[in-house]
């Protein structure tokens, strides 16, 4: 059986366009409700959430390293260190981790 990759992008294409269009056209006024409000409000920080977690784990060679970096992170976003050095403090705690993992065996 024969695909053609024409008719998958075309489906693709639409999908991705009735998703962002139907609620422009269907929803017109301000939505009151606070419930509603509070779910779109997080929908976002939650798709990032989780599109990001099970990178963070998988990403490195070994899950544990990824584990430790999330925790590390956490902490260090709990006392307030800027974004970038949360980053560079994952980094090496991944670092250290898989070259003690190397090594150790």
Do not use: D
């Not at 939650?46 to 899950?63: D, G, K, R, Y």
């Not at 902490?75 to 994952?90: E, H, P, Q, R």
Request: contains cysteine; proline residues 6%.
């Amino acid at each position: 059986m024969e695909h053609n990759i024409y008719i998958y992008i075309l489906v693709a294409a639409a999908v991705s366009c009735l998703i962002r269009v139907l609620p422009l056209t269907l929803i017109r006024k301000k939505i009151e409700n606070p419930f509603l409000r509070s779910f779109l409000y997080y929908v976002p920080y939650v798709t990032l959430a989780v599109m990001t977690f099970p990178a963070i784990i998988w990403a490195p060679q070994f899950p544990l390293a990824g584990i430790l970096a999330l925790a590390a992170g956490i902490a260090a976003a709990w006392k307030g260190l800027s974004m970038v050095g949360i980053a560079v403090l994952c980094c090496v705690v991944v670092f250290i981790c898989e070259t003690a993992a190397v090594y150790f065996g």
